[in-house]
């Protein structure tokens, strides 16, 4: 899922700036299973808004709504009817969600609520950590499974380097190295020789250094050409 | 391509290992400013004890001299440079185009490591490259040299970067079972020399070795072993804590804090100045005493072929530990040019 984290209050005030009728648009997929834009904190943060201005003495009318997906402009479509009465969306979706409404809404100011963390998983109750960096040309089948594109601090493909210790990566002990973790695991497997190999350099054009990305798929396409 | 003699760069560092001399190393620290003088004076500390001095690259992520500008330096000097090269901050393209200008101006060894992470340095907000790693960079500057290609595959015409290509390991660090595999891929990647991390624990590094050994590696490669001498009991302390890969036995600690053990019923307001003066000098006589120590059972272990001494920020070690271990006078070999050449 997509992991993301609420921005200050403060913050928030400020992106908001003197709009006066304030619409918090929440997002009921990825955000809300990690407790960041769903329902629940769309609510919280219009409260926290409304209480919040009316206190410095310039009250907002702040009203909340959410939508099943930001990320599909035909979600999208339920919000239509409220926005000749606001002056603002506040997004709490992903920065994808931030983009679907200014691209489907032209004439709508929308700002972020939320910082867009990373592709991860819980670990446990209240932890999320990263998992995958999008790198367009999957390699975990050389890893055993564990990804050193985003798992380790430099995106090793031969590692691990001479920082890893204990477990942990050399830039903090609370990130395990994800070589250490790619060793055990092939370790426990009995596929060692695997590591053996050296890797050659990266395609990075696969990845956001080719530019912004982009998959055409025609048998999917609507407006194909009938025969 | 250019007569090398069979040589892959023929620097005074291939020479003098190729002749089967044990041969020595030293790290030289650029500086934090664009002074050239801090070089040159550097430079007179190590000139005659050591066969080539490496030039660290933004070492720990500090924003130094560059390892190239401060080698074209010692170039002039008549110290032989070891540039290190790592893969944080620069993509292919710039490691590429930085190694055929550091070869114009006269560098012939590189070392490729890693990196340590920029979160270490003075520009933790830096945006990191890791586009290669070092592997893979040996295999890029070997593949440079001796099939005059460059890393997308494109040949090129005229001179190629000729250097003698080394590369890093830290024998204890982890997985310290992958350590000598690890070393034999830098091998296989084409790396002709190692240089390890800092090492204190002889009896670990023996066991290091007899992998390396019994996988044959040590045919292949000449290792230096990392070495250094203490400064004091709290900086082996620090090293050995914080430090990944580093393991100083608790002998070697007892050692240093024995050597300042006149002055350690005092307290830190009864210590004259004098007093610390004369305890850092007793600390230091003892680091350099262990390190000679250190040099010397090196020379006798199986597949060690030299030493690579980081003194760091403290050049001034280097003499009385060449001296020390009997590694004084460096033997000179001649140079490339002036050897016949060998049939092909
Ligand atoms: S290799 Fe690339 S696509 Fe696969 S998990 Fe890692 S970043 Fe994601
Ligand atoms: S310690 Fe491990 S995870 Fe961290 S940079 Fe080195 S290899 Fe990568």
Known sequence: MIVAEQKSLDEIKKLVGSAQKVLVVGCGTCVTVCFAGGAREAAIVAAELRMSTKLDGSPKEVTDVTVQRQCEWEYLDEIAPKLGQVDIILSLGCGVGVQAIAEHFPGTWVVPGLNTKFMGLPTEQGVWAERCAACGDCILGLTGGICPIARCSKSLLNGPCGGSLDGHCEINADISCAWQLIYDRLNSMGKLEVLMDIQPPKNWQTSRDGGPRKIVREDLRLDKKEE | ?344
Not at chain 2, 10 to 22: C, K
Not at chain 2, 117 to 126: L, V
Not at chain 2, 281 to 294: H, P, R, V
Request: one cysteine or more; a positive charge; hydrophobic letters at 40%.
């Open chain 2, 1 to 344: 391509m250019s007569d090398t003699n069979g040589y892959h760069s023929g620097s005074n560092l291939e020479r003098i290992l190729r002749a089967g001399h044990f041969a020595v190393t030293a790290e030289l620290g650029p500086p934090q400013n664009a002074d050239g003088e801090v070089i040159r004076k550097k430079a007179q500390l190590l000139k005659g004890y050591c066969d080539a001095a490496n030039l660290t690259d933004n070492q720990t992520a500090i924003v130094r001299m560059s390892s190239i500008g401060a080698g074209t330096i010692l170039v002039q000097e008549g110290l032989e440079p070891v540039i290190q090269m790592v893969c944080r901050d620069r993509n292919r393209l710039a490691m590429q185009s930085d190694l055929l200008g550091a070869y114009a101006l006269g560098i012939r060894n590189l070392l490729c490591l890693t990196g340590d992470h920029q979160t270490f340095g003075n520009h933790p907000t830096a945006k990191n490259v890791f586009d290669i790693d070092s592997m893979q960079m040996v295999q890029m500057v070997t593949g440079m040299r001796d099939k005059r290609v460059f890393q997308c595959g494109e040949e090129f015409k005229g001179q190629e970067p000729r250097f003698f290509v080394g590369a890093v390991e830290s024998p204890f660090a982890h997985p310290i079972d992958f350590r000598p595999h690890r070393l034999g891929k830098k091998v296989k990647a084409g790396a002709s020399f190692i240089q390890t991390q800092l090492v204190f624990d002889i009896e670990a590094f023996k066991k290091f070795m007899d992998k390396v050994c019994s996988l044959g590696i040590h045919e292949q490669v000449y290792l230096l072993a990392g070495i250094g001498p203490l400064k004091s009991p709290t900086m082996a302390k620090y090293m050995r804590d914080n430090v990944p890969g580093i393991l100083i036995p608790n002998e070697m600690i007892k050692r240093m804090e024995k050597a300042g053990e006149p002055w350690a019923g005092k307290s830190k307001d009864e210590l004259t100045a004098e007093d610390k003066k004369a305890r850092t000098a007793a600390w230091q006589d003892e680091g350099i005493k262990i390190c000679i120590e250190l040099i010397q059972q090196m020379r006798k272990i199986k597949g060690v072929s030299g030493v690579h001494i980081m003194a760091i920020e403290w050049e001034k070690a280097v003499k009385p530990l060449v001296e020390g271990a009997g590694l004084y006078p460096r033997p000179v070999v001649p140079d490339a040019s002036t050897v016949s050449a060998q049939p092909a």
